[in-house]
DNA sequence: TATGAATGAGCCTTCATTCAT
DNA sequence: CATGAATGAAGGCTCATTCAT
């Protein structure tokens, strides 16, 4: 049966009640980052995801229904991680300092695992997957905190997805280069996002 | 020496010397673009090209030597359509303008064929192609026209890689949300380029 | 480390611990026998043998990680078969009954299954497969009952060399001709080993 | 149409009557043969036979109506090329000098090309090309000569076949090690065949 | 007749997925 | 529930052969 059916699900086979299940789950998803990280795509496959993750490819299917359940459930568990550290930022009281936040946020996740990071992106995009991740999530956190930074800006939600865009691109590029320097990073950063909100904030 | 070198060849397998051949090779470039905008990467192999082309397995062998080369061919393709676009740049006199018709070209490249373009973004970072295309001819084009235009930054390689990453991260994003409108989208990235040379530009 | 070694693997895959696997090893090893005996050269293919042997495609290929490594276990086989039978020679006491019994294991071993025989030998001399195999082995054992028999001879390897030739090709041609009579081609093949001992015992 | 039709002719198409065509005919089995000796079973195919005697590929398919044809070909020069020197033997009076210049024959045969020699001697047991080529031409010419010296032997074809098999065998073998001395080769082989005669002589 | 572009059957191999134990 | 042997669709690629020019 090679033909997706487009019922697919891509959530887990099984709520893991038992914190045994939830063990095993997790294992499996950071055996797929491992793999992914360390074998790209092309080594990305089911059965090298259950070997590194010590169980049985039947197991593995136990808890996910098929392959892009599993790559979702990778990729919820980054975005997760990053969406975590970003709503730190909704707590500061600046406006601004929260938009600081953010960016050292998104310079961190991105330096953090940088291939990993980027071969998500690549995944994210697949067709197939679109929309069942929560990649607007993060774009929604985002716009949160922007507008706030930039109450008078007409367009906010143009403007927060731009100020997105261009924090993915210049972390993904940097991540592409080797670049370990965060704190350079995040002032080039910092220029160009501020740079763009002084230039487009009052059109 | 029997043994094939594992260092694959990238580059077409023979000059196509004749009118004939040269049809073919360019038919079957544009039904690869055409396979991966329709099927993305998933339905991306050498046997739905060749249909698509409306030539046999073997005319797309007998031209690429292995699939990668093939993807190689659509991306220097792409890129030099780019290219010759961006390197009208050159012959402006004012360095602004010449900034600002980059922008323009870069902006017409993504959305002519958006999601051919964010595929070939992606492919062109595989490893195994790393090098092989053309990518850094186009950050060096864009590079030259970026320190015409800003003489006096320091670190200009830096500044002109970082715009080339503000610009790629918009112009992907524009095209992944399907968005139509180029002069909005035009006026957004001379808001992030400039701006982000604004505030970098005197470190 | 994703590069796959140009130096394929010509060892079983995985060790069958389990019975059941076992079997299904030694019958795909069978049925590569007989497929080459059936078909000849020309129709060895995975996918005829894997027919044969009653099992998929994909069962072959995770016991032998390629074609070569399938050939490479059906000649270690057919060598083990002859090598168990040769090394009885060694136990015997008299140098020259050894030797002769050494005559009687090759006339006996190409019998059996001539044409096998025949294209197994061919198979072990493709360059790719050179050393792999066990034929050193055999010559080894040989070479150590035959300097037994001829101690006062002048380069003992060399006239082993020889004997196992001598053999290799009488016994061939036997069995290319289809003759039956193992007594008969047991006492040409005397003759001609001891003749060339007595010609070349003493140079 | 992968079907081998069982009419197929190994004989060249045409009867070359014009001086270029024999040429042409030429230049393709020698192509073939240094093919063969150069890269092997692997890399012996009809294009590269056609590239490398500068010919079209449709050239070599005028002058032979298949691959198999172009491979008899190429063992019937090679095989008359060695019958035409064993034929010298013919006209020495002495059979012993006769046999000994067949010995002669037989190693400067192999040791010349020893890779296509032996090559060839696969080749020629191919099921499909049985009786197609002149092997037993080459027996019994031998067995011409070996009766001659052997007039009060029992069964002299027998006789001839084995000492045809084993200067075939030693020959064979000494090519595979690389054997370049010819003279030492000769002295061994002269041992062999002399020493089998000696023994089998008078059963 | 020569050419070489084109053809496509068929081979090797991978990997997502199933299911008997 | 876990296991992992087994499955087979599908994809990359080769090469003998044909045929329009």
Same mark, same amino acid.
């Given at each position: ?114 291939? *990993? ?10 067709? $197939?997957?679109? &929309? +069942?991740?929560?990649?607007? !999530? /993060? @774009? ?22 731009? *100020? ?10 940097? $991540?592409?280069? &080797? +670049?370990?320097?965060?704190? !350079? /990073? @995040? ?17």
């Amino acid at each position: 049966m090679s033909e997706r059916s487009p019922q697919k699900q891509y959530r887990p086979r099984k709520a893991p009640s038992q914190a045994r299940s939830e063990e095993t789950v997790a294992s499996i998803v950071e055996a797929a980052a491992q793999v992914l990280e360390s074998e790209g795509f092309e080594g990305f496959n089911t059965n090298a995801v259950a070997r590194r993750a010590g169980v049985s490819i039947g197991s593995l299917y136990q808890y996910f229904p098929g392959k892009d359940a599993l790559t979702v459930a990778l990729i919820r568990r980054e975005t997760k991680r990053f969406h975590d550290d970003m709503a730190v930022a909704l707590t500061l009281r600046s406006a601004k300092a929260a938009l600081e936040y953010l960016i050292g946020a998104a310079v961190r996740q991105q330096l953090q695992r940088p291939v *990993l990071a980027k071969l998500l992106d690549m995944e994210e995009s697949r067709p $197939g997957l679109a &929309g +069942e991740v929560g990649k607007l !999530d /993060l @774009e929604a956190l985002f716009a949160t905190v922007v507008q706030r930074a930039i109450p008078k800006h007409t367009r906010p939600e143009v403007a927060a997805g731009d *100020l997105f865009a261009i924090t993915r691109g210049m972390v993904d590029a940097a $991540g592409q280069r &080797g +670049e370990t320097d965060l704190e !350079d /990073l @995040e002032r080039r950063l910092k220029a160009a996002l501020f740079g763009y909100l002084s230039k487009a904030g009052a059109d």
